[in-house]
Every structure is written in structure tokens, then in C-alpha cells.
């Protein structure tokens, strides 16, 4: 009997290497990268749609398309932003961190985070290929309908349509299998001493956001199907001539797309006060009070939805009812906004690039959720909707309060993921480049609203022009101004400063305690949390 | 990871933080929520909701139905008057291996990341015990416990 070691037994760095690891990986960092590489692509592609919208609304008149094409870019673009870049985007953050904050060497379900994530780009093609087939004669381009599909003109539209409804299925399909993941491996998998109290705020953002997405997906799928069989299979669910109420779609579509909005933001909002608490160098503040916050937003999101639609007509008892429940949500995030700020007050801070997009985003997203608040009023609703001002009020909220959010965790684990620093200067230019040209997009756009401006027109009144050309100019400069953040963060892939373990000083957190970047299977032995 | 006297038993398996109880609960509740939507909004007419939630709560039951065959997968030792016995338990699988006490040898291979293996063997043939289950640090006491056990076969 005797104890010998032996050197160089490393069977757990073995993968498939080139195209078969990208195909066929169930390995939690290799998907999280598919997902956010997904994300940054069509987040180009959606901006670039946006770009050619900006670009025929910079004078009245119609210089650049026709209108259908325009209501057609409209339509893609926000379905695109919403869910082939900003829902992957926080997908792919879950995939790269929940297994790494909590202690487990993967997800729980590998495979079917693979399958997962390989619905993605069939959607995205099911989408933006309508697009093409008009180029060649078949059918009349994507659907013109907005993101929200509302009949009659959706059951009157063209193929887009149906390409639409079929690549929501397969988004559908793939949140589910995301949230089925994240909320078994949460529970599950957690290193031991990790109670559900000490788990890091980014996982109780995203098992709120797993429970919101199966409460309200297979709504959303429904509707699309009943749509669908309207159209082609001779049903009148939302026809009023043969019996059907339009309306119901409005109040289907929107059980689903109201908690969509909180979908998008609860991942943001768990892992902007680990960002805060890093560059403060103090613990966060409230920890138990934004965890209850979360889940009471998380309740809420499904239960107001019908603010959307106020002037559709609703009796009054339930126009109440919708505004003062919308209003109640600002309770609990005024709890979140409080425990942010106090989480830096008198704290150390400094401010690199993912501190820096931090604090601009508590400040623009805190002026999208007062906004909403206007909105959230029927009276004053009953003049805002479907105008310009909505149009800003939710761009304060996804793109500030979505996309900066994603533009901060991106600096923010970088260098973690890939054992580079990024270019500090670089990063900083881009926020102040983001920030700026994002207001100047959006506060005239404010104004538009207030004026009058409808939304989803490519033709406009000579009295909205000169607010529309700033609009325009800065959206230009907005979009540009990302090409830095590509280049920013392939450059950092690429090589620069190596990273240390921990990154940030003050940061903490079972994921800084692993190499920069971390071993292709991580913790395969359990850490212990005290 | 445990240990009993007499024949001297070491466990290494999976840390479960969620209980088999726990699992029922979870399921129930997502039963709960996603038919009690499903069935409210098939009550105002949008019963093609219901197929889409009965498929979801499938895809539920199977993924929990997967982790849980696998929530009893451990590696065992035990150490039994002239044999050292290592079992494999995966599912409804068991490996076992079997080697003579005087002959067994406890190996610690390092690892390229400077972590151990502890493999168990004799004559050429190695297994490895506790994979994923357990710490370097339990790794090394095990090694050390078993070098003493093992050779206390009087």
C-alpha cells in the first residue's frame, strides 16, 4: 500500500475543437458566448434598420421608401431589439454567470441549453427572410404590422406574417427551454452553504425572469397560433364579423408583452448593483429589500397589463383598476432605486467604463420609468398614446434601461471572460458618445409626442421637422458610435493587458475567485460558501 | 461525503440543494401558475392557450424527471477484510471494481491547474473515485484516510 503522485493527468480540458465545438458544445461558457456573439450581431442589424427608419424621417415628405417598407423595418426592428438582441444578451450573461456565481461546474440540463440556443438563428432567418424572398417576386416583404401583430391588419398582411408568427414559436421554444435550465440549476445546483438569501442579486433577477417567461409564453404562443389559424383556416377568433373580438388579442398579446418589458430588465437590474457595490467598494445595500422588490415587481408585470390599450375602450372600473396597479410597480422600484443609490453613497468610487454606464443608466432609465408614469395616467394617456412620446418613453427604458444596462456587464465581465482588459479610453468614449447622441435621439422626440407627432408614420406635418432632423442626426451619431464597442470588445478578445483573477477591486463573488479567463470546465470540485 | 466504522465506507456525490420534496413542490408550483393562467384565459375564449401550457409543463416534467434519475449518483469505497471495493452508482448502473487490500494502491495524479485526481488501483488498472463530487481538499484527506485504513488489515 502506498500514496504515489503522478504529473500531467488533465482530462477535463479536453473539447472539440474548430466549427464541431460551436455546433455540438453543451459547455455552459461556450453557449453563453454563442448567445451574446448572437445578441451583438443583431443588435447591429436592428440598429441598421432603425438607421434607414431615422433616415426617411429626417425631412417630411417620403424620399428613401415606401410606406409599407417603412411600417415593414419597423416592425422587424423591434422584434429583432426585443428578442434576438436583448433577450439573448441576458441569456447569454445566465449561461456565463449563474453556474459560476452559485458554485456548479454547468447548467443543470447541458443539451438542452445547446438546443436552446440553436433556435436562435433560424428565427432571426425566419424573420429577416421575407425581406429577400419580395427582392425575387414572392410575397410582399415582412410584416408590416409592428411587433405587435394586431388584428385585423395582421390577418389581412402577407407572408411576413406567417414567417413572424413561426420564428415567435421558435423564440418561444427557446425561452422556455432557457428558463426550464435556469430554474433547475438555481435550485439545484447551488454549492452548499448557498442558500437562496445568499445567492447573487443577477441569479434572483433571472428566476424571476425564468418564472415570468413560463407564466406568459404559452399566452403569446396561443395567440400567435389562434392568429394564424384566422388567416388561414377559416376561424374568427379575433374576426368581429364572424363573432370574434379583436380586442382579446390586444389583452393576450399584452398578458405577454407587459412582464416582456420586466423580462428584459430584471437580469439588468440583478447584476447593475453587483456592478455599483464593485465600484463603490462597499456591500450592497438592501440585499433582502431588492430581492422582495424584484419578486413584487415580477408579481405585478402579470396583473396590468391593459395599461397598453386604455384607448381601445375599457369599462371604467377596470381603466382604474389598470392605472393604479401600473402606478403600484413604481413603489417597489423606488425600494430598487434607493437600495442603488445608497449602495454609493459615501462609497469609494471610481468610475471605469462599467461604473460609468451604470450611473448614466439609473439616470436614464429612472427618466423612462417616470415617463411611464405619465403614461400609466388614463386621462393623460388618452392624449400620449400612440404617439412620439411613447415612442421615447420606451426607448429610456430599452435601450437605456436595457441595452446601456447590457453595455455595462459587457465591461463589467470582459476581461473575466476573456482574460483581457478591454481599452479603458475606448470605453469611455463610447459611453459618453452613447449617452449623448441617446438624448439628443430621444429628448426631441419627447417633444414630438407632446406636439402631436403619431408613431409608425413615414410621412409627417412641416411644424415636426426640425426636431425630427436632430432625432435623426443623433441617431446616426448613436449608431456609429457602436462600432466602438465592436471594436472595443474584438480587440479585447483578440489579446491586451492580461486580466487578474479578481479584475475590479472590489469585486466579490465566487466568479472572481476563478482564473481570467476561467477554465473551460469550472468548479468541477464544489467551492463552499460561508 | 461519509464514512462508517467496521467495514469503512466513503460516499462522494453530488451536492443537491433542492430536496426530492422540494422538487414536488417546485413542479406543483409551476403546474400551478402556468394552468392557472392557461385555464383563465381559456375562460374568456383563448383555449388554444391550453395545448401550449400542457406542452410546457411536459417539457417540465421531463427535464425534473431527468435530474432526478441522476440525484443518487455517488461513488462509494469500501474497504471489506481482504478487498477494496469501488462502486460506481449512475442511474440505475453500478460499476464495480474490485482489488485485493494488500495489493491496493492510492494514486494522486496532479492535474495541469495543480488539483489532485485520487485514483484507486493495483497491477496496471486505476480508477478514478469522486470526479466531480468532492473538494481537493476532501480529495487529500480521503487519500490519507484510506492509506491508513487500507493498511490496517490485521
Not at chain 1, 128 to 152: H, Q, R, V
Not at chain 1, 377 to 382: E, G, L, Q
Not at chain 1, 454 to 476: G, K, V, W
Amino acid at each position: 500500500m502506498s500514496t504515489t503522485t503522478v504529473a500531467h493527468h488533465d482530462e477535463h480540458a479536453d473539447h472539440p475543437t474548430g466549427i464541431m465545438r460551436w455546433l455540438t458544445t453543451t459547455n455552459h461558457k461556450d453557449i453563453g458566448t454563442m448567445y451574446l456573439t448572437f445578441s451583438l450581431i443583431m443588435f447591429l442589424v436592428g440598429g441598421s434598420m432603425i438607421l434607414g427608419i431615422r433616415a426617411e424621417l429626417f425631412q417630411p415628405g417620403l424620399q428613401l421608401m415606401k410606406p409599407d417598407f417603412f411600417n415593414q423595418l419597423i416592425g422587424v426592428h423591434a422584434l429583432i431589439m426585443i428578442f434576438a438582441a436583448l433577450m439573448p444578451a441576458a441569456t447569454g450573461f445566465a449561461n456565463w454567470m449563474i453556474p459560476l456565481q452559485i458554485g456548479a461546474p454547468d447548467m443543470a440540463l447541458p443539451r438542452l441549453n445547446n438546443w436552446g440556443f440553436w433556435l436562435l438563428p433560424p428565427s432571426a432567418i425566419l424573420l429577416t427572410l421575407p425581406f429577400t424572398l419580395a427582392l425575387f417576386g414572392i410575397g410582399d416583404g415582412a410584416l408590416a404590422t409592428g411587433w405587435t401583430f394586431y388584428p385585423p391588419l395582421s390577418v389581412q398582411g402577407g407572408i411576413g406574417v406567417d414567417f413572424a408568427i413561426f420564428a415567435v414559436h421558435l423564440l418561444g421554444i427557446s425561452s422556455v427551454l432557457g428558463s426550464i435550465n435556469i430554474i433547475v440549476t438555481l435550485f439545484n445546483m447551488r454549492a452548499p452553504g448557498m442558500t437562496l438569501m445568499k445567492m447573487p442579486m443577477f441569479a434572483w433577477g433571472w428566476l424571476i425572469t425564468a418564472f415570468l417567461l413560463i407564466a406568459t409564453i404559452p399566452v403569446l404562443a396561443g395567440a400567435v397560433t389562434m392568429l394564424l389559424t384566422d388567416r388561414h383556416f377559416g376561424t374568427h377568433f379575433f374576426d368581429a364579423a364572424g363573432g370574434g373580438d379583436p380586442i382579446m388579442f390586444q389583452h393576450l398579446f399584452w398578458f405577454f408583452g407587459h412582464p416582456e418589458v420586466y423580462i428584459l430588465l430584471l437580469p439588468v437590474w440583478g447584476f447593475i448593483p453587483q456592478i455599483l457595490q464593485t465600484f463603490s467598494r462597499k456591500p450592497m445595500y438592501g440585499y433582502k429589500a431588492q430581492v422582495y422588490s424584484l419578486w413584487a415587481i415580477g408579481a405585478l408585470a402579470v396583473v396590468v397589463w391593459a395599461h397598453h390599450f386604455f384607448t381601445a375602450g375599457m369599462p371604467v372600473p377596470a381603466l382604474l383598476y389598470f392605472m393604479y396597479s401600473t402606478m403600484a410597480i413604481s413603489l417597489p422600484l423606488a425600494v430598487l432605486f434607493f437600495c442603488w443609490i445608497k449602495t454609493m453613497w459615501r462609497g469609494s468610487m471610481s468610475f471605469e467604463t462599467p461604473m460609468l454606464f451604470t450611473v448614466g443608466w439609473i439616470i436614464l432609465f429612472g427618466i423612462g420609468g417616470l415617463t411611464g408614469l405619465v403614461l400609466a395616467d388614463v386621462a393623460a394617456d388618452a392624449q400620449y398614446h400612440n404617439s412620439y412620446f411613447v415612442v421615447a418613453h420606451f426607448h429610456y427604458t430599452l435601450f437605456a434601461g436595457g441595452i446601456m444596462g447590457i453595455m455595462a456587464g459587457v465591461y463589467y465581465w470582459l476581461p473575466k471572460m476573456t482574460g483581457h482588459m478591454y481599452n479603458e479610453k475606448l470605453g469611455k468614449l463610447h459611453f459618453w458618445l452613447t449617452a449623448i447622441s441617446f438624448n439628443l435621439t430621444f429628448i426631441p422626440q419627447f417633444f414630438l409626442g407632446l406636439a402631436g407627432m403619431p408613431r409608425r408614420i413615414p410621412d409627417y406635418a412641416l411644424q415636426f421637422a426640425e426636431f425630427n432632423m436632430i432625432s435623426t442626426i443623433a441617431a446616426f451619431v448613436l449608431g456609429l458610435s457602436q462600432l466602438l464597442f465592436v471594436y472595443n470588445i474584438v480587440s479585447t478578445i483578440k489579446g491586451g493587458k492580461k486580466a487578474t483573477d479578481q479584475v475590479w477591486e472590489g469585486a466579490e463573488g465566487l466568479e472572481w475567485t476563478l482564473s481570467s479567463p476561467p477554465p473551460y470546465h469550472s468548479f468541477t470540485e464544489q467551492p463552499t460558501v460561508k | 461525503m461519509s464514512e462508517l466504522n467496521q467495514d469503512v465506507v466513503v460516499i462522494a456525490k453530488n451536492n443537491n440543494s433542492l430536496s426530492p420534496k422540494g422538487f414536488i413542490w417546485l413542479f406543483a408550483s409551476i403546474v400551478a401558475i402556468t394552468l392557472t393562467v392557461a385555464l383563465g384565459v381559456s375562460v374568456v375564449g383563448a383555449w388554444f392557450v391550453l395545448p401550449f401550457a400542457g406542452l410546457e409543463i411536459l417539457a417540465f416534467a421531463w427535464a425534473f424527471h431527468v435530474v432526478i434519475l441522476h440525484y443518487e449518483d455517488h461513488d462509494s469505497i469500501t474497504i471489506n477484510g481482504e478487498h477494496v471495493i469501488i462502486e460506481k452508482h449512475r442511474y440505475k448502473q453500478v460499476e464495480k471494481f474490485t482489488f485485493q487490500r494488500y495489493w491496493a494502491k492510492v494514486i494522486l495524479r496532479s492535474n495541469q491547474d495543480g488539483s489532485h485526481a485520487l485514483m484507486i488501483g493495483s497491477h496496471g488498472k486505476e480508477v478514478e473515485f469522486g470526479q466531480r463530487f468532492i473538494s481537493e481538499e476532501q480529495r487529500l484527506h480521503i487519500a490519507t484516510r484510506l492509506r491508513l485504513q487500507i493498511k490496517n488489515n490485521d
